[in-house]
């Protein structure tokens, strides 16, 4: 039997145990430092047992790391000091750059493996956990070449269990492309619920008003400021970059639309409209 710790027991942690426990000869053990997770990822048949830190390091074959990026440097440090020979590690982490440069010269570099299943939602805790959430979904693995063969090929094992295909970037471009196409969106949607509750007074017409444009738009803004702020802090830099093409973007529409320049604006979403090309 292949014992599975997963350290994380919110969205994507506990999304990953509850599919891994439904799987033939895979004891899943979980461990978080939240007791009322423990508590709620018991109650809903998550994991096989919840236990502490030590005990699901000695016991596991495979490690999953899905605790909030700006803790994964420490957890993962701290577990990789301890790693066997026969253990492989992941970590889930939503940025790469900071934790593959925080384990670069770990003497047990090559029994990990630096991965982010590209899934999610934009609820938190084990309650938001889903299963099946990652089937169909991509992931990414950064820096293949430091981890070991075997650890590796068993990663990839794990992640293809779960539905997932795998895809190979350095770091670094995980971190640009992630900043554009997943970090932008998510200050997006909350700048924009800001700006709503900001303008519009009257919360009733907020909620009677709204279209499904608007609920879809800003559902992202309902995602955890606590998962998503250290995401931001990590990859400050590609997003900044980003943020200021965004501006720019939303400056030029601005001053067509108060120039009354109609085929400015027009042309503006004509061009935004070949997204179509890339996002049928």
Known sequence: MTVVTVIGLG???????????HQLNVKVLGVDNNSA???????????HEVVSL????AQADIIIIAVPVDAAESVLANVLDKV?????VLDMGSTKGNICKAVESHANRGRYVAAHPLAGTEFSGPKAAIRHLFQGKRNIICEKAKSDSDALATAVSVIESLGMETYYLAPQEHDRHLAYVSHLSHITS???SKTVLDIEQDEAQIFNLASTGFASTVRLAKSSPSTWAPIFQKNKDHLSVALNNYIKQLIVFKEALDSDDKEGTLAFMEDANQIIRVLD
């Open 190 to 192: 909350f700048a924009l």
């Open 37 to 47: 997770h423990q508590a709620e990822a018991k109650d809903l048949g998550l994991v």
């Open 54 to 57: 030590e005990e699901g390091q």
């Open 84 to 88: 066997g020979t026969h253990q492989v």
């Open 11 to 21: 969205l994507i942690g506990g999304s990953i145990a509850i599919d891994l426990k």
